[in-house]
């Protein structure tokens, strides 16, 4: 099994350009969440993705956008790149839906660090 | 934004000391996970506690959940060198049907041998 994974590990973009990062849940799981993480800070919930829809959505703007596959793979697309998208984007996979009380354990995949000069 | 604080920010310890970071949140949750992070790579899942419990075990680590004070913390026995990372808790939110973790800003923990 060859966990989540993620690609590029690393990009270099400037200012105003686009950029797609990608990510391969684990083997089973059908949900993929999307994180940013700045410098010296944690996580931030970006949006999750369950049967090819978007079902949740933190506090980021419309440049920040995706999509799920049928193969429940996913990508993230940041449009109009600004120097404060400088971060390290995390993708998690996990079991869809759970129960109110339930819980469904996130991996995380080894990131995807992006520079924008 | 973050759902809590955590502290220290840092901590410096030797091998074979004990150590403790805390995590404070602002919400009502459903439970509460803390994560390791070497090098700013991927998140390490550690251990999960949830919202009816107050105390739990797994190896050298120790997790309580005071929920009254909307507060964790994470005890690292016998701590290793390879213990030095970043340790994040994680709440994640009562009433959504899909998971969704609030991070916290994260302890950056240093085990000098």
């Known amino acids: 099994d060859a966990g989540v994974t993620q690609s590029p590990t690393h990009l270099i973009k400037t200012r105003g350009q686009q950029v797609t990062l990608r990510c391969s849940p684990k083997?089973?799981?059908?949900?993929v969440s999307w994180y940013q993480q700045a410098l010296g800070q944690g996580p931030q919930f970006i949006f999750q993705y369950y049967e090819e829809e978007e079902r949740q959505r933190g506090n980021f703007p419309d440049r920040f956008s995706g999509h799920q596959f049928p193969n429940y793979s996913s990508e993230l697309n940041v449009n109009a790149l600004l120097l404060g998208d400088s971060a390290l984007y995390l993708c998690?996979?996990?079991?869809?839906?759970?129960?109110?009380?339930?819980?469904?354990?996130?991996?995380f995949g080894p990131g995807t660090r992006l520079t924008v000069l | 934004s973050q759902q809590g604080e955590e502290d220290p920010q840092a901590l410096s310890i030797q091998e074979g000391e004990n150590a403790t970071m805390n995590c404070s949140y602002k919400t009502s949750i459903n439970n509460l996970q803390w994560y390791r992070q070497n090098s700013g790579r991927g998140l390490v899942h550690l251990i999960l506690?949830?919202?009816?419990?107050r105390e739990k075990h797994s190896g050298r680590l120790r997790v309580t959940l005071d929920t009254s004070k909307k507060s964790s913390s994470l005890l690292i026995t016998a701590s290793r060198a390879a213990d030095t990372a970043s340790y994040f808790c994680a709440t994640q939110i009562m009433n959504t049907g899909f998971q969704k973790l609030v991070f916290g800003t994260g302890t950056r923990l240093l085990v000098s041998p």
């Open positions: 998690a996979s996990s079991l869809g839906e759970t129960r109110r009380h339930s819980y469904n354990e996130q991996f």
């Open positions: 506690i949830r919202s009816n419990e």
């Open positions: 083997s089973g799981h059908d949900t």
